[in-house]
C-alpha cells in the first residue's frame, strides 16, 4: 500500500468507547447523576477512545471524529441536541475535549520518553540520534495540531 502520509485508523477506539459507554449507561442508567456519569466516562472510557493515539499525529478531520464522539455522548446524557448546552454542560463539569486531553498525554509521553532517553547511558551517539528523531517527531505532531 503506497500513501503520501502516515495516518492512524481510530476506528477501533471510537468503537470501544461507544462499547465501555453503552455499559456504563447499561450499569447506573439515568440512577446515577450526570457528574457521576462523567467522572465515571472520564476515568474509564476517555482513556478507552484515546489509547494508543498520543504517539501519532492525528490530522483535523480525525480531531472532529473525536469530538463528534464525545459530543454525541454528551448529548445522550444530557438529552439534548443544542450544541450551545453541551458546550456550556461540558465547561461547567470541566470536562475536556479529545483534543485537549490528547495533547496534555502527548506532551507527557514525550516527557517520559525524552527523559529515558536521557539517562540510558549506552551508545552515546546512538541516544543523541535518537533523542532528535523524538524532538523532530514531536514538532511534527505538535504543528499538525
Known sequence: MQSRAFKCAIDDGKCSFYKADNAIFGKVGRLASEEVTLQLIKSKCILVLLYGLMACPLNKSQLSSLHFVMNIFLMKLFSTSNMEIITYCREQFNFELPSVILAQHTSLFFAKL??????????????????AFVLFIFCVATVSR
Open 114 to 131: 525524552c527523559f529515558v532517553i536521557a539517562t540510558t547511558k549506552r551508545h552515546s551517539l546512538m541516544k543523541d540520534l535518537f533523542a
